[in-house]
């Protein structure tokens, strides 16, 4: 901290996303990746007199959705994954001093194949993956 100010950096040429041991290549313009779960971990209820109940979510599963440029040598790989229907590792590993958080889970699955689009422009295509249990590391 310099004067009380924050300072951080962040490179996205340090995140990496490997899925059954072969690097993800080609990402779009904007956006790499993004996970979230697919449910909040905890649930609320608050009685008339405002008295609180937690109830913890079993639910674990999450999603990742990855952004590929329509030029993505990794394409056809995922759209072979997706079609033979095979479970998948995921790991993604972001290797940046400040807020890295990995994530590496078994068993998920490619929700579908990636959309074919063609235009006058390369575009993007993205690829859904469910998780079945989603932890951040």
Do not use: H
């Not at 979510?57 to 329509?70: D, H, I, P, Q």
């Amino acid at each position: 901290m310099a004067n009380g100010i924050e300072i951080a950096s962040y490179d996205p040429k340090k995140v990496s996303v490997i899925i059954n041991g072969k690097e993800i290549t080609n990402f779009g313009p904007d956006s790499v990746i993004s996970v979230t779960r697919n449910e909040d971990i905890v649930t609320t209820q608050v009685g008339v007199k405002g008295d609180v109940a937690y109830s913890e979510n079993a639910n674990e599963s999450g999603n990742c959705a990855l952004t590929l440029m329509g030029t993505s040598s990794s394409l056809p790989y995922l759209r072979r994954l997706a079609i033979k229907r095979t479970p998948i590792s995921l790991m993604i590993r972001d290797a940046n001093d400040v807020g890295a958080v990995n994530v590496a889970e078994d068993e998920c699955r490619i929700l579908k194949p990636p959309d074919l689009n063609r235009a006058k422009e390369v575009g993007s295509e993205t690829i859904n993956i469910f998780i079945p249990s989603l932890n951040y590391r």
